[in-house]
Nanobody, 117 residues
């Protein structure tokens, strides 16, 4: 079972930046597509960005051009650089692997990002 620990959230003003980190336990990390998800109050969790083992990246339309996902397989860690943050980016951010979610894998505690206007 892969365990996920997210960090790096905080309170920032609109236009600011944050860098999130997610460290995963287990030896299969390097073979997994990994993603950053977020859940805003009263809304469903959504996929924000994903990165394949070969560093191919995809983004939700709402964050394209502002967020950048990356991974360091040697450290079992993925990152989310978030620039030009907007109040609508306020949410709890989680990392996970789509393939693990499909098998019922648990989520980490997430990290809270709050953006003030």
């Amino acid at each position: 079972q892969v365990q996920l620990v997210e960090s790096g959230g905080g309170l920032v003003q609109a236009g600011g930046s944050l860098r999130l980190s997610c460290t995963a336990s287990g030896t299969i990390f390097g073979s997994l597509v990994m993603g950053w998800y977020r859940q805003a109050p009263g809304k469903q969790r959504e996929l924000v960005a994903s990165v394949t083992p070969g560093q191919y990246r995809t983004y939700a339309d709402s964050v394209t051009g502002r967020f950048a996902i990356s991974r360091d397989n040697a450290k079992n860690t993925i990152y989310l650089q978030m620039n030009d943050l907007k109040p609508e980016d306020t949410a709890i951010y989680y990392c996970n692997a789509p393939s693990l979610i499909a098998t019922g894998s648990s989520w980490g505690q997430g990290t809270l990002v709050s953006v003030s206007s």
